[in-house]
């Protein structure tokens, strides 16, 4: 079992930054990969970065490249995701994900194990 917790969304002017922190108990932390993924209204669920055990193999979702930075602290449980340049089109709630399954991070919701409850970010033009 892991239990995900994440925190920092909120409201944040286009342009402004923002980092997230999810925070995991219960199974090891350096056994699974982790990742976030964000939902709009009417949209599905779709990936945005990923971050494997090691922390070595990292991926980003086109749309975020460049400006975003996942990045794990083992000794805190710790997940982050630093957004900068945010964007309206960036506003979603943002999920935190465990793979227990895999050692590096996969792009698909579905392969997912674990959720957090989600944080609003809500970028305002």
């Known amino acids: 079992q892991v239990q995900l917790v994440e925190s920092g969304g909120g409201l944040v002017q286009a342009g402004g930054s923002r980092r997230l922190s999810c925070v995991a108990s219960?199974?090891?932390?350096?056994?699974?990969?982790e990742a976030w993924f964000r939902q709009a209204p009417g949209k599905e669920r779709e990936f945005v970065a990923g971050?494997?055990?090691?922390?070595?193999?990292?991926y980003y979702a086109d749309s975020v490249k460049g400006r975003c930075t996942i990045s794990r602290d083992t000794p805190k449980n710790t997940v982050y995701l630093q957004m900068n340049s945010l964007k309206p089109e960036d506003t979603a709630v943002y999920y935190c994900?465990?793979?227990?399954?895999?050692?590096?991070?996969?792009?698909?919701?579905?392969?997912?194990?674990?959720w957090g409850q989600g944080t609003q970010v809500t970028v305002s033009s």
């Open positions: 971050i494997s055990w090691t922390g070595d193999t990292i």
């Open positions: 994900a465990a793979d227990i399954g895999s050692s590096w991070p996969r792009k698909i919701a579905g392969e997912y194990d674990y």
């Open positions: 219960g199974r090891a932390f350096s056994t699974y990969a």
